[in-house]
Every structure is written in structure tokens, then in C-alpha cells.
């Protein structure tokens, strides 16, 4: 059971207090000067937490359900002027894959540096501080060195995981104003039968209001369409502007910030603003279809269900109902960039452009009709890869794009290093910085590690920038994906390519090993927390 206790912070080395770390007092003789002068650019030129002699801000960003069609990851068919300019002026990184395909995993284990495996959190019940007491989560880090801390959004999986006070300083999470279609609705009910906050009215106008709303608004069969809605009156929309609000309000006072925005799109149900679908008419968007036979040679685990609630069939293109959704989910992505955009513009006009490190990302991909398949919990690329994108005054080049293999679990050490604060030690994700100065200098050799659960089972992925190999209880997948980047051509039984498999399934092995070797928190011995 959780306890207050459980849930405060680990005992654990400090960092440097960002206040003490820069400040700079007192009159020295000549020499002595030059030296100091010489050590504060030295410090500046090769300790990047210093931008501009300013503590690091941080603002990440990360959506739900975004997979890589967007403009900074390549993908032509889409309208998204915020990223693109966002890429322009940062690094790109193109090979970025999430720990876990679903939510809730994905989320605890970017925000505590740590593998599934070593979170506990396999699925969206569970809570990470109930399954590891004591981890210190990465917001919590920076708020106990000085930070100011906010989230809006879903940035942590539910309500029901939300830390709050144990690491912010604000959190809030909107929700959707109520949509044309109910409000209608409502009123043709009221008109009638009175108000539907009377006792005898409730009951009837709940099932009425869910039936009004599911066509936009239902999870399954997924909600899809316009919503009738301003941005404004979305909530991301309103996730959007609470973060500018803070920042023109300097809500932070005179600390640093971190402030972390849970996009909601492109999540189902798929509907934004009207206009958004205006960009996409259904005609013209382009698919590649799979050919009928495809699964015949993958293993059956591979697959998740979800595309029969999409109302498709494994092997069977639909492409007038594809395209549909497929216009949803684009349309989604536009108004997510677009508010975006206006987080963006609230840093440069309150002055934090060139001191604030940004971060852009997603918990893990989608699938959009590819292997036949319909939403995430999937191993494959379209599945697992995700858009990351990092600006660090600087530091990153204008336009640079990193292919190294990175995993979101890099992100918590990143940032903890860029704001020159000392991490928990047994976090498992690596420092981008070699890669954040010098994109093509290294990580040549990185695996990603991603896993997923098929009932009491696991079915687990290594990557490489060459190679994909899984395993599921049932079979083995291997894709050459400089070949195939799709991953339409499984391998795993071609008998020229048996010593790369093994190879590959030592890789697997010892990344099953580290994945699940820090199941308790450093410094609780027993897992019961400080
Ligand atoms: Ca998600």
C-alpha cells in the first residue's frame, strides 16, 4: 500500500544549488581576474548548463499518441509550420523510440529515467511510486533543487498517477468545453423536460448526452470529426495558452522553471477544429497498401487487436474508411502544432527564448492502417518511434538532425545534466550531449530496448540503426531496415542471416538484463522508500 511517506523525496546526493553554482562575488586583484575570467568561459564554452549566465529553463513538451507524421520527422503529407520552424532552429533527432507502446508505461519511465521493467509499470493502472517507492521523478528533481515546477496537461498517465504537490508547484488538466452537438442536444431536452441538473432528469440526459457525443467523442468505436470548437475551447488549447499565461505572468517569481505540457492530441477521439480538417481533404491522402498475405510470416503476438474496433480486418484494406480516419488523426496534428506555436511565441516575447532548453516529443508512435493495424501497443517502427526534438541554447546547431539510435529514458539524465543537477544514480537512459553538440559524433552502437505485454507474456524489441529483432512467445522477427523501413519482410528464418540473429539475440539478453536490474530504488534497500 502507498503512504504519504512512500511518496516523499529520496534521500540522495544533492546537486549544486543553481543559485550558489553562479554566483560570482567580490573584487580580485588583476590576475587573479583574468583567471576567473578565463575559468567563467571555459565553464561557459564546455559546461552547457550555463546559458547566457542564466539558470536553465526547461520546457517539454510531450503529445500522446503522436507517431512520425509530422514535417521535422519527414513525412510530407502533413501541415505543420510550428515544427518544421521549431526543426529549423534545433536538433532533430530522427531514431528516437519509447520504452513501452502504451501510455502510462512510456510516461513513468521517460519521467524516471528507468526501463519498464525497472519501473514495474506495464500497464495504465499502475503507479510508479506505488511500485517503486523512493524513485525520484524528473520534475521532482528539479523542483527540489530550486526550480519552480508546473504541468498542464497529461504529462503523468491519469489523475489517479498524478503525483501533484510531491513534484509541482502548479498542475491542472482541462477538459474539452461542452460540443455543439451536445449542447443542442441539451437544449431540445430542456426544452421539454426542464433542467438536466433536476435529480429526475439526470439519469435519462447522461445516456442521452453520451449517445449525442460518440459519434466526435467515443472511444470505441473511436469519436472522429469536427468539433465545432474553437482552439480555445479545446484542451489543448487550453493547456497551450496556461503555459503562456505562466510565462507572461512570470508565475516562476525568480527561480528557474521547468514546465512540462501534456499535449492531449493526437489521442483518440480524433476531432479538433473545423479548419484543421479543411487541410486534409480524404481524397488526397495517400496510403501505402500491405499485401493481403503479410501476416502469414510475422508472428500472431505481434499483432494488437485494436483495428476491429477501428472497424477493419487483418489482410483487408478499406481505404475510404482509412482515409477517414486518417484525415482525423492529420487534422488532430495540425491544431496540436498550432498551439504549439503559440508556446513558442510565449518565449520569445517574455525574453526566455535563448535561457530555456525545449524539448518536443511523444510517449510512443501509432499505427494508421499499417500492418493492417489500428492504434499503438505495437512493436514495430511506426509503432515505437517517436518525434524528438531538443533546442539548446548554444548548444545545438540550427537545423541539425542526429540518426543515432537514442530511447526517451535518455531524456531524464539529458536534462538533469543541462540544468547541472546531480541525478539518481541508477537511472538507465544515457546523456544526449556528446549528441547534442556533435550529432553524427557517436552513438553508433546504441539498442533500443522496447517492450510490450500480450497477456501474462512479454514480447520484447532491440534496434539498431540497421537492424530490428523481436521476440514473442510464438516466433521471432528480423528486418533489415535499411532494406525494408517498413518492416514488411520478416527475416528471423533466412538461414544466411542466422549468425546476425544470434548476435542480435545476445543484444536482447543483456538488454533484458539491465532493463530490469534497478527494480528498487537506489538507496532503499528494501523498496519500502525513505
Ligand atoms: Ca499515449
Redesign the pocket.
Known amino acids: 500500500m502507498s503512504t504519504e511517506n512512500d511518496r516523499q523525496p529520496a534521500r540522495r546526493t544533492p546537486g549544486r544549488d543553481w543559485r550558489q553554482s553562479r554566483l560570482i562575488t567580490g573584487v580580485a586583484p588583476l590576475a587573479a581576474s583574468f583567471r576567473l575570467l578565463v575559468s567563467v568561459l571555459l565553464l561557459c564554452f564546455f559546461d552547457s548548463s550555463v546559458i547566457a549566465g542564466k539558470p536553465v529553463n526547461v520546457l517539454l513538451i510531450i503529445c500522446?499518441?503522436l507517431n512520425t507524421h509530422v514535417s521535422s520527422s519527414g513525412y510530407q503529407h502533413i501541415h505543420t509550420p510550428a515544427l518544421s520552424a521549431l526543426a529549423a532552429d534545433s536538433l532533430t533527432f530522427d531514431r528516437a523510440y519509447c520504452q513501452y507502446p502504451?501510455?502510462g508505461p512510456?510516461r513513468a519511465s521517460i519521467l524516471s529515467g528507468l526501463y519498464p521493467q525497472s519501473t514495474g509499470v506495464l500497464d495504465n493502472t499502475a503507479d510508479i511510486l506505488v511500485e517503486r517507492p523512493g524513485t525520484v521523478l524528473l520534475p521532482q528533481l528539479f523542483r527540489s533543487h530550486g526550480y519552480w515546477t508546473a504541468s498542464t496537461g497529461k504529462v503523468f498517465h491519469s489523475p489517479k498517477q498524478e503525483p501533484g504537490e510531491l513534484v509541482w508547484d502548479e498542475f491542472v488538466r482541462f477538459e474539452n468545453d461542452e460540443l455543439p452537438v451536445v449542447k443542442t442536444a441539451r437544449q431540445q431536452f430542456e426544452a421539454t423536460r426542464g433542467s438536466v441538473e433536476l435529480p429526475a432528469n439526470r439519469q435519462a440526459w447522461r445516456l442521452l448526452q453520451r449517445q449525442a457525443a460518440a459519434p466526435l467523442n467515443a472511444q470505441t468505436p473511436p469519436g472522429h470529426g469536427r468539433s465545432g470548437l474553437t482552439d480555445e475551447q479545446h484542451r489543448d488549447g487550453k493547456n497551450a495558452r496556461q503555459v503562456a499565461q505562466w510565462l507572461q505572468q512570470r508565475t516562476h517569481g525568480d527561480k528557474p522553471f521547468f514546465i512540462a505540457c501534456g499535449i492531449q492530441k493526437p489521442?483518440v477521439p480524433f476531432l479538433a477544429p473545423d479548419r484543421y480538417f479543411d487541410l486534409y481533404p480524404a481524397d488526397l491522402i495517400p496510403f501505402t497498401a500491405d499485401r493481403p498475405d503479410l501476416w502469414d510470416s510475422i508472428p500472431r503476438k505481434a499483432i494488437s487487436g485494436r483495428y476491429t474496433a477501428f472497424g477493419f480486418e487483418l489482410g483487408k484494406e478499406n481505404p475510404a474508411l482509412r482515409r477517414e480516419y486518417m484525415q482525423a488523426y492529420h487534422a488532430c496534428i495540425s491544431f496540436l502544432d498550432a498551439q504549439l506555436q503559440l508556446m513558442l511565441d510565449a518565449l520569445r516575447e517574455t525574453g526566455h527564448w535563448e535561457d530555456t532548453v525545449v524539448v518536443f516529443t511523444?510517449?510512443?508512435g501509432y499505427h494508421l492502417g499499417d500492418h493492417f493495424l489500428w492504434g499503438?501497443v505495437t512493436l514495430f517502427d511506426i509503432g515505437t518511434r517517436v518525434p524528438m526534438i531538443v533546442r539548446v541554447p548554444g548548444v545545438t546547431a540550427a537545423g541539425s538532425r542526429c540518426d543515432a539510435v537514442v530511447e526517451l529514458i535518455d531524456l531524464y539524465p539529458t536534462l538533469a545534466r543541462l540544468a547541472d543537477l546531480t541525478p539518481p544514480v541508477d537511472l538507465q537512459g544515457v546523456p544526449l550531449q556528446p549528441l547534442l553538440q556533435e550529432p553524427h559524433g557517436s552513438g553508433e552502437t546504441k539498442h533500443a530496448y522496447t517492450i510490450v505485454r500480450r497477456g501474462s507474456d512479454l514480447g520484447y524489441s532491440v534496434r539498431s540503426r540497421h537492424w530490428r529483432y523481436a521476440r514473442w512467445p510464438d516466433g521471432e522477427e528480423l528486418y533489415d531496415l535499411q532494406q525494408d523501413p517498413d518492416e514488411k519482410m520478416n527475416l528471423a528464418g533466412r538461414p544466411q542471416l542466422a549468425e546476425r540473429l544470434e548476435s542480435l539475440r545476445d543484444v536482447l539478453q543483456q538488454k533484458q538484463q539491465q532493463a530490469s536490474g534497478n527494480r528498487n530504488a537506489a538507496g532503499s534497500s528494501d523498496g519500502a522508500g525513505q
Open positions: 500522446d499518441d502504451v501510455c512510456s489521442h511523444s510517449d510512443h499503438k
